[in-house]
Structures are given as structure tokens and as C-alpha cells.
């Protein structure tokens, strides 16, 4: 048998142990939890407001806007705070380039507030 399709056996038979071992927990899991199905577990809920009458409320948008600015700037620091623990060993190149991904936050940051999506009324 050559390397490399020992190397995909060795993959397989961990692939199917994994997914054994998971079967397992989850049917272990079925096996010992109560079961009380009981009406108003299934009532939807959203946002800690109970639905009233049969009509769906949609959403407003600006949540949707503070959930995608709160990623925008997430991804931000994961981004700034490496480069700044070795920002000398990046040299001009690097300041540049990070200078770049800060002026292209701060046009995303700007154009929210004049949008005025920042607002919280």
C-alpha cells in the first residue's frame, strides 16, 4: 500500500470514529434526557416579545445594521492587534498596508453615520 493512500485510510478511520462517537453521545443523549412535551415550547418567540395574533412582525433593518458595523470593527481588531505587537517587523510595508485597512474602516465607519444608522432612536 503507497503513503499517500495510507495517509487517506488513516483520515477515513478517523473520520469514522468521529462520526461513531458522535452518533453515540447523541443517541446516549436521547436515551436519558426527559421528555415533557408541553404546549408552550413551541410558541415562536423573538426577542423577548411574545407574538400576538397570527401576524409576523418583521425585524427592523438597523438591528441588522448594528449586528454587521459590530462585525466590521471585530474583524478590525483581529486585525490591528497583531499588527501592532509586531509592527516593527514589518516595517514601511506594513505600516501602509495597515494604514489602507484603517482609512477603508474609517469610509465604512462614515458613511454609516451619514446614514445615520449610529443613531439609537
Same mark, same amino acid.
Given at each position: 500500500?503507497?503513503?499517500? =493512500? @495510507?495517509?487517506?485510510? +488513516?483520515?477515513? #478511520?478517523?473520520?469514522?470514529? %468521529?462520526?461513531?462517537?458522535? %452518533? %453515540?453521545? =447523541? $443517541?446516549?443523549?436521547? &436515551?436519558?434526557?426527559?421528555? @415533557?412535551?408541553?404546549?408552550?415550547?413551541?410558541?415562536?418567540?423573538?426577542?423577548? #416579545?411574545?407574538?400576538? $395574533?397570527?401576524? !409576523? /412582525?418583521? +425585524?427592523?433593518?438597523?438591528?441588522? &445594521?448594528?449586528?454587521? &458595523?459590530?462585525?466590521?470593527?471585530?474583524?478590525? /481588531?483581529?486585525?490591528?492587534?497583531?499588527? /501592532? +505587537?509586531? %509592527?516593527?517587523?514589518? $516595517?514601511?510595508?506594513?505600516?501602509?498596508?495597515?494604514? #489602507?485597512?484603517?482609512?477603508?474602516?474609517?469610509?465604512? &465607519?462614515?458613511? /454609516? !453615520?451619514?446614514?445615520?444608522?449610529?443613531?439609537?432612536?
Amino acid at each position: 500500500m503507497s503513503d499517500l =493512500l @495510507r495517509s487517506y485510510l +488513516t483520515v477515513g #478511520v478517523f473520520l469514522g470514529v %468521529a462520526v461513531a462517537l458522535v %452518533a %453515540a453521545i =447523541l $443517541g446516549l443523549g436521547r &436515551l436519558i434526557r426527559p421528555s @415533557r412535551p408541553q404546549p408552550d415550547k413551541y410558541v415562536n418567540y423573538e426577542s423577548g #416579545v411574545d407574538p400576538v $395574533g397570527s401576524m !409576523w /412582525a418583521q +425585524t427592523q433593518v438597523r438591528y441588522y &445594521l448594528f449586528a454587521l &458595523l459590530f462585525v466590521l470593527f471585530d474583524v478590525e /481588531a483581529v486585525f490591528v492587534f497583531p499588527f /501592532a +505587537t509586531r %509592527a516593527e517587523a514589518y $516595517g514601511w510595508f506594513g505600516f501602509v498596508e495597515m494604514g #489602507v485597512f484603517i482609512v477603508v474602516l474609517a469610509l465604512g &465607519l462614515l458613511y /454609516a !453615520w451619514k446614514k445615520k444608522v449610529l443613531r439609537w432612536v
